[in-house]
């Protein structure tokens, strides 16, 4: 089975008006089927019809995935093992490269040299990017609870 054309583009660019459509709409289909085991009906390379069934974790995975691109959201899939450029990982993190430079160099984030070139596994710069959203949700937490406190 292949994938669509627009599917491997969609990550270097905005999704189109008419795929915005398309994936709200597949996205309401696998929605309503979400926690049953939904079964698709694709065609493969040669055309022919091939059931897919989705697992609950597999279909709460392309909601997710068709959710961003229906809100019109450039998507790119990164390998949990895939080793990361500066640059693609500080835009990850939607932070400057040196911002990122710097916690590489206080060690907040693993990474490893290849030549001159520091490279971060997408799993640990995914980890520590969870830790740094939760540390940020219960500091905002703190804040309405100390501004509360003022009312």
Do not use: C, W
């Not at 019809?49 to 899939?77: C, E, M, Q």
């Not at 520590?128 to 309405?144: E, I």
């Amino acid at each position: 089975m292949t994938i669509p054309a627009f599917a491997e583009e969609i990550g270097a660019r905005l999704p189109s008006a008419s795929e915005k459509v398309a994936a709200n709409q597949l996205r309401q289909i696998i929605a309503a089927h979400a926690d049953g085991g939904a079964t698709l009906r694709v065609l493969d390379d040669d055309r022919q019809p091939v059931d897919v069934t989705l697992t609950p974790a597999l279909s709460h995975l392309l909601l997710d995935l068709l959710g961003h691109i229906g809100r019109g959201d450039a998507v790119t899939l990164v390998p949990v093992h895939q080793m990361l450029s500066t640059q693609q990982a500080a835009d990850i993190l939607n932070v400057s490269r040196p911002h990122l430079i710097s916690l590489l160099d206080k060690e907040a984030i693993p990474h490893v040299l290849v030549g001159r070139h520091r490279r971060i596994r997408a799993e640990d710069l995914f980890a520590y990017k969870q830790a740094r959203d939760a540390r940020r949700g219960a500091a905002l937490a703190n804040l309405a609870e100390n501004d509360s406190e003022l009312l």
